[in-house]
Each structure stands twice: as C-alpha cells, then as structure tokens.
C-alpha cells in the first residue's frame, strides 16, 4: 500500500544535549519520512530553545503545524530522559488548526476560550481540544472552563500544563501555524483535532479516600480558609502531623503538602487537589484549582499498587474508549508530583508498566503541572492523576 494512504502517528526522542540536534532527531524519527499533519513536542527546560523548536519545524518541512511545551520530565516508547519528544500523526481523514494565548493576555477563562476556538475551523465526525497551559497558573480551572464555554459538553478537552522540572521559575510553549515559529513563555495553547475514526479518553490516579468528609466552610478560588468551620491550615497540620517548622517554610511545606492531597467530591467520584502553599498569618492553604465553598473534601492516600499502575491504567482505557478502531498512538499527561510520590525505582516500574500496556502502540508523554480531561466522566482539571489520549 502506499505510504501516503495511511493514517498514522509516529513518536520520536532524543537525549542529544544540543538541544537543536536534538529536535531535528526527534521529529525525524517521529515522521518516518511522512507529511505530517500535527506536531506535539515536549521539551525539558534545558531544550526548550528558540533553536530547538526552529528545528524540529524545519525537519517538519517548514510549514506545518505545532504546539508543545516545557515539562518536568518526558518520555516515550523507547524511553525516557531530559530531551526532546516529538508526536505526530497524519494521513487520510485527520484535520488540525491550532491557536495560540499569549501571557500578556491571561485572564485564564478568556485564554482557555480563544485557544479552544480552533474547534471552529474543525467539521469532523470526532473532535478533541488538545490544551497545554501554563503549570504556573493560580487557577487552572478557569482555562478549562473556557475553554469548555467554546466546545461544549460534546467535545472532550484533554492535556496538561507546562513544566519547569518543579521550580517554579516558568514554562515555555512552541507553536507555529504553519510557517513561522514562536516560544511564548507561560501561553497558553490549544490543538483541535478532528478524524474519521474514534479518539478515546482515560483517566487514572491510584489514590483512595481517608477519613471523614469536611465541607469547604470558607474558600476563593484554589485558596481554602476554613474546613468545618476551622481555620483550614489548623486542620490541615493537625490531621496530617504537619510540624510548625515544616509550617514555616514554604519549600519544605510545599514537598510535604504535594504528596498529600484532598480529595473533592465529584458526581462521578472525587478530583484531586494538590495544596502546595500555607499562610501562616491567614490559617489558609491554597491549590492550583479552585475548591469552592461548600463542596465536601476528604484526605486522599495513595494505593501503592495503583499509583504504580495509574499510567498503564490510562492509556489502556484510552485504547479501550476507541472500541474495535485500531489504535494508532497514545498521548500521555502525567502529574510531575507522581515523581515525588512514587520515587525513582517506582517512577521507572510505572513506564515499564505502560509499555507493557500499550505494546505495540506508539506512545509520547510529559510529567506536567496540572493534567487536563473534560469529557462526560471527568470535569476538568486533575492532580497527581494520568489522563490519556488514544488516537485511532
């Protein structure tokens, strides 16, 4: 058959320290020597160059699309390191347009709903919004909330938000629609996707519910004032043995909050808020998305197994979503506070895992600062959670 009548995806990587070199390697491994119709490249902040995504696009052909990111860790089928990964798909039956926010404009609804109206120059039988935003965002929420205002409840959103391998110094994004390219600091992104075959969804975490419920008594946005009426940072110390030194400094509160979270009821089950700041003047604790007033939340404890699992058990239930559709490929968004959580031995064994998985299916992903997955199970924006993407 030829090669130009097959739909296709195709995953590149390289570890070159060049980052530039490293691009160019990466996407032509992805391309195999095929047009491609959409470019996803994950970068670590060492490669996340000006040079590195001119190059990528060139090896691209220099006129294709493109949208990407800075990460807290990458990976992909034939491994794992600071580098560069390239996804790109193409064939027959597979449509793109993508938009770009940049962050002089970031009131978050506003940007999660401009970089969703790529949707409009899609008309296909499956539609998707692939969203990158920006991990050092107050409020991520609000980016899919617009973003949700524009594709509605028919239309799943999915990805996740831009590393800087956890220090908080700022992300990058690499975009191009079509000809020239742009590295935006902390953007926001977007991607829709359209096909003439099923796009699946998972969602996994390995997380379980501790304790009694609290209702939110007192709450802006991500910040938290009172549970149960109690200033929320007392509460917080008292059930999770947080000492007062530990209170005190934020660096140390934040490696000890991240890796125990909440979690907030949802109709379908709960979502999981990661609280990584404290004010000891206030009494408060804030996460990276909203818990609103008079939502119940609960303390969350990992299921080692499950933690360790929670990336194959995604990407599986993508591959599952696309019924008897023949998978092509799997993005993956996975929590760069998973890394913390499972440790290096349990961080290699949980991609061992997902190769398992998916073998033979090409896969790409990145350790993000917030994952998305909008679709009638899920609402929103996730924590210390794996979504994944399943193209068919």
Aim: charged share 20%; net charge negative; proline share 6%.
């Amino acid at each position: 058959m030829d090669r130009r009548q097959e739909r296709w995806f195709g995953v590149g990587n390289s570890v070159l320290p060049d980052p530039a070199r490293a691009g160019a390697k990466a996407c032509h491994a992805a391309l195999d020597g095929r047009p491609a119709t959409l470019l996803i490249v994950f970068a670590s902040p060492s490669h996340s160059t000006p040079e590195m995504a001119a190059a990528v696009h060139a090896a691209a052909g220099g006129d294709v699309l493109m949208i990407g990111c800075s990460t807290s860790g990458e990976y992909a089928t034939d491994g794992r390191g600071a580098g560069v990964v390239v996804n790109a798909l193409g064939g027959p039956g597979f449509a793109a347009s993508v938009r770009a926010v940049p962050y002089e404009s970031m009131d978050l609804y506003a940007a999660g709903a401009a970089a969703a109206s790529c949707l409009d120059d899609i008309d296909a039988e499956h539609r998707a919004v692939l969203l990158l935003g920006d991990g050092r965002s107050s409020d991520q929420q609000e980016m899919v909330r617009g973003a949700y205002s524009v594709a509605g409840a028919q239309v799943p959103l999915i990805g996740g938000c831009a590393g800087d391998d956890m220090t908080q110094t700022g992300t990058w994004h690499f975009f191009s629609s079509g000809t020239d390219v742009q590295v935006l600091p902390n953007a926001v992104l977007g991607a829709a996707l359209g096909s003439v075959s099923p796009l699946g969804i998972g969602v996994a975490h390995g997380w379980h519910r501790s304790g009694e419920p609290m209702a939110v008594t007192r709450s802006e946005g991500g910040k938290i004032y009172e549970l149960d009426g109690e200033p929320a940072l007392d509460v917080y110390a008292r059930l999770t043995g947080c000492a007062p030194e530990i209170v005190a400094d934020p660096g140390a509160f934040l490696q000890f909050a991240a890796v125990r979270p909440l979690g907030l009821a949802r109709r379908t089950g709960e979502d999981i808020r990661i609280i990584f700041a404290a004010d000891p003047d206030e009494r408060s604790i804030s996460g990276l998305a909203d818990t609103p007033e008079g939502g119940l939340v609960w303390f969350m404890e990992a299921d080692p197994e499950a933690l360790c699992d929670a990336a194959a058990t995604a990407g599986s239930a993508a591959v599952a979503a696309v019924g008897d559709a023949d998978p092509l490929g799997v993005l993956v968004f996975d929590c760069c506070v998973r890394l913390l959580a499972l440790g290096p031995d349990g961080t290699d064994l949980a991609g061992q895992r997902l190769g398992d998985a998916l073998k033979p299916i090409p896969y790409g992903g990145f350790f993000s600062n917030g994952e998305i997955a909008r679709n009638p199970g899920a609402k929103g924006m996730h924590h210390l959670t794996v979504v994944a993407l399943a193209v068919s």
